[in-house]
């Protein structure tokens, strides 16, 4: 093969691949936003600011017809 190191790296991907959805897989535990309050404050916080902020439209120009 002209190219054994891309067979090697594919071979191994496929390998992480197939065995990651193995009852014995490795399992990453999530963990609880701690910020999650904060961010929702912050969130709510800046909405209120964009609203607040935001440019009125013209009013409309009367039109002669």
Known sequence: ???SS???FALDAVD???NSARP???VQV???ARLAPTRLAAASALRRLAD???PRP???TPRCS
Do not use: K, N, T, W
Request: proline residues 14%; without cysteine.
């Open 6 to 8: 891309g067979l090697i």
């Open 16 to 18: 992480r691949h197939v």
């Open 52 to 54: 607040r902020i935001q």
């Open 30 to 32: 999530e963990r609880p």
């Open 1 to 3: 093969m002209e190219q």
């Open 24 to 26: 014995h897989a490795p």
């Open 58 to 60: 013209l009013p409309a």
